[in-house]
């Protein structure tokens, strides 16, 4: 394939999953309308979403050590899973939220006010990232090791505050599940 053709199948790939999560987010479509009809299986998906991040945040820094010892090989089979497991989350994070299950953060004072900007930050940087992380990717996967190492300056460190928040984010909210 070619590169134009690649920017545009990551392009609408990152568009594509930002307005799925838009939607799910506004509650406009649920798949439960019925609350009582949601699976039990479901409730545990926040769970694994955290264990998914936090694995990814692990492998990503393996995948660092890695690269910083030349091991290329060890490097790809890294990323490859945690780009496995991030994949993984999404599709998780999707179903979990297609449910139209909502809960709110219930913390006070400062602790709010911290819960909010981690929030918020992870979700625009999650936003953002995606497109980073598919390019960089294919750059990798094609041996394109200059225009890889450009890409990944920016994507690495979004995408590992990105795994590493999305626990602190289910570690801060989980108390006030009321499920």
Do not use: E
């Not at 545990?44 to 393996?62: E, M, Q, R, Y």
């Not at 660092?64 to 496995?84: E, P, Q, S, V």
């Not at 390019?135 to 505050?161: E, T």
Request: contains cysteine; aromatic residues 14%; charged residues 10%.
């Amino acid at each position: 394939m070619n590169d134009k053709l690649i920017f545009r199948l990551i392009a609408g790939i990152s568009i594509f999953v930002f307005v799925v999560v838009i939607v799910l987010q506004s509650r406009v479509i649920t798949i439960f309308p019925d609350k009582n009809t949601i699976p039990s299986w479901v409730f545990i998906l926040p769970k694994l979403n955290a264990l998914l991040n936090g694995t990814c945040s692990i492998l990503l820094l393996v995948s660092l050590y890695f690269i910083k010892r030349k091991d290329i090989g060890a490097h790809k089979r890294i990323n490859i899973l945690a780009f496995i497991l991030s994949s993984l989350f999404l599709v998780s994070y999707i179903i979990f939220h297609a449910t139209g299950i909502k809960t709110t953060y219930g913390g006070v004072g400062i602790t709010r006010s911290v819960y909010y900007f981690i929030l918020i930050t992870h979700i625009v940087l999650a936003a953002i990232v995606l497109p980073l992380i598919l390019l960089s990717f294919h750059r990798g996967l094609q041996m394109q090791v200059a225009k890889h190492r450009k890409l990944v300056r920016w994507a690495y460190p979004i995408w590992l505050y990105v795994t590493v928040t999305g626990v602190i984010v289910y570690l801060m909210i989980s108390p006030y599940y009321t499920f």
